[in-house]
């Protein structure tokens, strides 16, 4: 039977190096039966890479929401890879997005994909990588942060701002988030990964990757050296998040300090090790996900009575902004 892979983040492990590592290899792909489409829709802020976007992005006109739109693109984008599959055995779809799309943008969206593929009788598999709770949270609010445009809501906030409201769609609840999953497609055709580079074949997230989708990396594939995503850290993040509210700035004055500010990072992550959570903290934000944690290492990785993460915590100083 033919498979479509959905690979649906989570944000913040990797996502954007499977894709460009997809997107630089698709001939290599190709020659082994794997398709890695590059969609025919445009979104501001999201990469071609993120071909999966057309599931869950939504359309707007004149400040109107246009949910018929949003229902023809993912009815002609699925029509798109039916066509696909008629060349490939293997097509693969990737957007981090799609991970709390359920929850906010398309609440229908994993129904909606298993009665198309019922219909058209191809089976789909949901790949999803976990990063371990506070790891993520710190990761994904210096991400929002780092941002690409000033337009967008919120890049201004503190860290005490955000761990403190906490929207829904961040699923957190690894466990709960993977069973409304499940529900639709099956545990069997749900595949969790961690996201940490000791599982991974030979520490290569990409590596791991293409294992998952029964393929295995070799000289043909091209792998780039360089960071994908490089997160802020510390001081830099904290530059950032004020240049960020200064709204008299041009795009070309805060693309400029936005790329100084990268040019830095390193030099400032190293001169300040630090972390937005204490170890104290993290160990106490981390305790009421253990049991969820411990249910998906049980059903998704079938390891009984172990932590789906390595607590050891690194006893980093929290950040300090008059350090």
Known sequence: MKTLYVHIGTPKTGTSAIQSFCR?????????????????????????????????????RDGVRRFDEEEHRFSEGMDIIRGYFETYDNVI???????ASGYERKKSLWQDLKNYSDKYQFSVKIVVYLRRQDLFMDSRWRQRIKGSSIKRSKVDISWEEYIDDLPEE?????YTAL????????????????????????????ADFLSIIGLELTDDYVIEESSVNESLFGNTCEMKRIVNSLAELTDKEYAFLRQVLLDINEYSGSNYPCSMFSAREAKEFMEQFRLGNQKVAEKYLNETGTDLFDMDVKDLPKWEKDN
């Open 179 to 206: 069973e409304r999953i499940s529900s639709v497609f099956g545990r069997e055709n749900v595949i969790v990964r961690r996201f940490n580079r000791n599982y991974f074949p030979e520490g290569i997230v990409q």
């Open 24 to 60: 630089k290899n698709r001939n290599v792909l190709d020659s082994k039966g794997y398709c890695y489409p590059i969609m025919p829709y445009v979104y501001p802020g999201i990469g071609r890479g993120r071909n999966g976007a057309f599931l869950q992005c939504t359309i707007y």
């Open 170 to 174: 961040v699923q957190l609840d690894y």
């Open 93 to 99: 779809l990737s957007d981090e997005g799609l991970w």
